[in-house]
């Protein structure tokens, strides 16, 4: 679990590249036109994207060329890129979606939280593209559950959990798996089971092998299981035909 360390100053180069935004975003302090938010947003500055790492973890050049790690503030998405954990369900789907949502290349809009880096350096923040929450966003599609929420970055923890109930009311995403998303994390102590159930809902076979992955080059390949790097692949996307993962825009690995 993270926990926030006490209140920092951002860098100086960040702070600088805030104030250089201010006179282009001089209506930030009022509430975003698209989005519906009850909360006035705070002062925000431009960045682009350099590359998603997983659904609520990106890395982000500022204008001055320094490129700084950014959690997203109070969501949690599965796991698809931990060390010592198993890609989770839903984790492919989260990741895949803020990657198709911010492409590498693309412009971001960076709201801060007060306490502004975690116990890893990473800045916290709320991300918008044109004019909409990335984060309401992956609650909206039941690819992340609310989490870490810690004084005193608490905005907007009102809408994040209405949001969230509506997903929960609705089963989609991760709230279509029973007691897989919990307060305390995802309980993929039974992946195995869950994935099946997972699969079971979203597909036309009950337990699908061919491995959809993305590239650092971006190009998207699948694997089958007597490929090469079948074992050594993570999924971002599973398929039961390889006429499913062309559909998806996927090409054969050459190995």
Not at 65 to 84: A, K, M
Not at 125 to 151: I, P, Q, S, T
Not at 172 to 179: D, P, Q
Request: proline share 4%; aromatic share 8%.
């Amino acid at each position: 679990m993270i926990t926030l360390v006490g209140c920092q100053e951002v860098s100086d180069n960040l702070t600088n590249e805030s104030t250089k935004q201010e006179d282009s975003t001089s209506n930030s302090d009022t509430k975003s036109s698209s989005d519906s938010s009850n909360e006035e947003k705070g002062k925000t500055f431009t960045a682009k994207i350099v590359r998603v790492i997983d659904g609520d973890t990106v890395k982000i050049k500022l204008p001055s060329g320094n490129e700084e790690t950014v959690r997203l503030l109070l969501i949690d998405t599965p796991e698809t890129v931990h060390p010592s954990k198993p890609v989770q369900p839903f984790g492919p789907e989260a990741s895949k979606f803020t990657k198709e949502l911010m492409p590498a290349g693309s412009e971001v809009e960076v709201e801060t939280g007060i306490s502004e880096r975690d116990k890893y350096g990473r800045l916290l923040a709320y991300f918008y593209v044109d004019g909409k929450m990335v984060n309401k966003l992956l609650l909206e599609k039941g690819l992340a559950r609310v989490a870490y929420v810690y004084a005193p970055n608490t905005k907007y923890i009102d809408e994040l959990e209405g949001i969230q109930k509506q997903a929960q009311k609705e089963e989609i995403g991760i709230w279509s798996l029973e007691n897989y998303a919990t307060s305390k994390g995802f309980d993929d102590s039974n992946t195995e089971v869950v994935t099946e159930k997972k699969n079971a809902k979203s597909s036309s076979c009950s337990k699908p092998e061919i491995k959809g992955n993305i590239n650092s080059k971006g190009d998207k390949i699948y694997h089958i299981p007597t490929g090469q790097y079948y074992e050594i692949t993570k999924p971002e996307e599973l398929f039961c035909t390889e006429q499913d993962a062309l559909n998806a825009g996927f090409r054969k690995s050459q190995r």
